[in-house]
């Protein structure tokens, strides 16, 4: 197959006017395309070609959780994220029953792809959060870092887990980085963390930080917190939530600014209510109330979101100012290298999987393929 005429998003994160063929799945030539031989052509004239989307934390959609622990609720999850453009998911956990967890570990560790976007990763969002911090988190099924139980999590999820969240200011924290950085990276999460802690967890090492600004203290003058640790380690990325409800655009561009580029992970932080009408879902066991973008909890709190990770895309672009070619790296590459992906998704090159998205000036999808194979949304 060959895509002719399409503006091409490029491993040099910019657009060049191109071909590109696709042979059993792959890539195999970018650009430099001469005297193809085949029977498929995809005429993307007045078309931009962007890696398929990678989400590393996003809970569900379409009324399937992650925790369901069901093969189903992944159909489901997998095929919908898919149709937005979405092509590889890392989703998150929530903190919910030991047992329960163990379950919905093993269900995504033995679970086989079934068409759709693929699984690539688990993001371990609680039990090991602060309570002064919880969110949406139930606090009931919160604990310290707990390495022991970490392990039998990782071995019933097949090592699929690519992400453990935790609070470094409490018992255990340091303890536990330092016994599983090689093998996982440890974001900074839902913490009440001082930035001489942040930077403690970071030097033992943290090299991650989830959804910046949320379930974390401000960022102050006299106390910078977690962000002030964060924009100061410059091996640290963060995750932004720009769903229109989390961060203020003044706030994106001001982090833009502060990180750079190549430090900012887009994701969703999407929940069960996505892609549905508005109503009355669960997080994590807990009742969330939709109405738009916004879910809350029914005391208030943010409850994730109700925004997949093409629209966080297209916000950051139209209502932040942020470049196209910026926002695509920042949902394709960079999430990509963080879970150690990279070699195999987040950029258009020659070699790796044929998962790419058509999309037209205004940013609507026009074609979705997954492994060179066009996905029906």
Known sequence: MIIKNADVYTQDNVFVKGDVVVDNGTFTKVLDVHNYVGDEVVDATGLKMIPGLVDIHFHGCKGADMCDGTKEALDIISRYEASVGVT?????????????????MKNAGEYLYN???????????GPFISPQKKGAQAAENIMHCNYEYFCELQKAAHDLIKIV??????????????????????????TAADYDTAMEAIQHGATH?????????????RKPGVIGA????????????????????????????MLGAGRIILISDSMRATGLEDGEYTLGGQPVVVKGNLATLHDGTIAGSATNLMDCLRYVVKKAGISLETAVMCATENPAKEIGIYDK?????????????????????KRVYIDGKEIIC
């Open 165 to 190: 969240d935790i609070a470094p200011e409490e018992p255990g924290a340091m303890n536990f980085i330092d016994k599983v950085k090689d093998n996982v990276v440890v974001s900074i999460a839902h």
């Open 115 to 125: 068409g759709g976007a693929h699984l690539v990763g688990i993001n371990m969002e």
């Open 230 to 257: 964060i924009r100061d380690s410059y091996q640290c990325h963060a995750e932004l939530i720009c769903d229109g409800v989390h961060i203020h655009p003044s706030v994106i561009r001001a982090t833009f600014a």
């Open 88 to 104: 590889s998911i890392c989703p998150a956990t929530m903190t919910i029953a030991k047992e329960e967890l163990v379950e919905v």
């Open 209 to 221: 930080a989830t959804h910046l600004y949320n379930a974390m203290p401000p960022m102050n003058h």
């Open 345 to 365: 998704v987040g950029s258009i090159s020659v070699g790796k999987q044929a998962d790419f998205v058509l999309i037209d000036e205004e940013l609507n999808i």
